[in-house]
């Protein structure tokens, strides 16, 4: 938790009080004030999934390059998303399992309470599907002849031809290119990341 493993790092008991925050945060994502279970049967959203694999990518990859510090910040997102957004059992069952490595017997306590089979920590660990890891829209830098001058918001993987067109379209963006009174002269577009708009 407090940083990489294979570094020295000064003994902070602040640190071990975040873990403990942490860690009620995330008892109060399965139990009410009463201590009562309160999950809930919905099914997860696009957008939860999306979060959900990501952070399955993520903590995997972490724990197989013993980074858990990093590990641990993605499972820390997750749960301060899910108390946010609200939660359902799968969703929190995956959490359970990802989160078992670090805290174990909170980890099998909570399975056993909601019934879950076996034991949270020799169960399956959770797979991610590559295609759940991408996001359905993002955000992309505009360049005007190499100079960021504004972003734009547009579908992931859309072709390149929209993408110059959405740029000359947002307001921000048209605004500059009538001060510079330049005609578009070429348009250079890398996928996913940016736009560069190259003006006379």
Known sequence: FLGPLE???PWDTNGIDGVHK???R???LFFDRD????VTGDAATEKELRTLHKTIRKVTSDIDALKGNTALAALMTLTSTLTDNGCNAAELKTLLQLLSPFAPHICDEIWQQHGFEGICSVSAWPAYDESKCRDAEIDMAVQVNGKLRGTIHVAADLDDESVVQTALADEKIARFLEKTGGALRK???VKNKLVNLIVK
């Open 7 to 9: 570094q020295s790092k």
């Open 187 to 189: 348009s250079i577009v």
């Open 35 to 38: 201590g009562k279970l309160a």
């Open 26 to 28: 995330f008892w109060r």
């Open 22 to 24: 942490f860690l009620r």
